[in-house]
């Protein structure tokens, strides 16, 4: 039987035809498998208790306090479109012809549809 294997892979060879064997894979024994813990043979000698922290390092750690910033100015403006008055950020309201312009987010909405 391995000589009629060896003969058709020679022809296919010949033809430029290359074929591959799957191999089947192989069955994980316990060993294999991490399902129980390492056994280690050594202790962890490692105690935290604080004793090798240098006071003088804790200052560079103190962050101040962040300032906080205070309420934005809204501003009062009538969108351009439904007529409908809205307090928002001035940074929302554009000049168009030297004129403050604002558009609401329905009517920006509805324009796209």
């Known amino acids: 039987m391995a000589k009629k294997a060896a003969k058709k892979k020679a022809t296919n060879l010949s033809k430029g035809i290359t074929t591959s064997v799957k191999k089947k894979p192989a069955k994980t024994t316990k060993s294999q498998c991490r399902s129980e813990p390492i056994k ?39 969108c351009a479109e439904c007529g409908e008055t809205f307090v928002v950020a001035p940074f ?20 796209i549809k």
């Open 40 to 78: 280690i043979s050594k202790k962890n000698k490692f105690v935290d208790n604080g004793d090798f922290r240098d006071p003088a390092d804790a200052k560079l750690y103190v962050k101040p306090p962040r300032p906080r910033t205070g309420k934005a100015n809204l501003v009062e403006i009538e």
């Open 92 to 111: 929302l309201v554009r000049e168009l012809d030297g004129q403050p312009y604002y558009k609401c987010d329905r009517c920006i909405i509805g324009s």
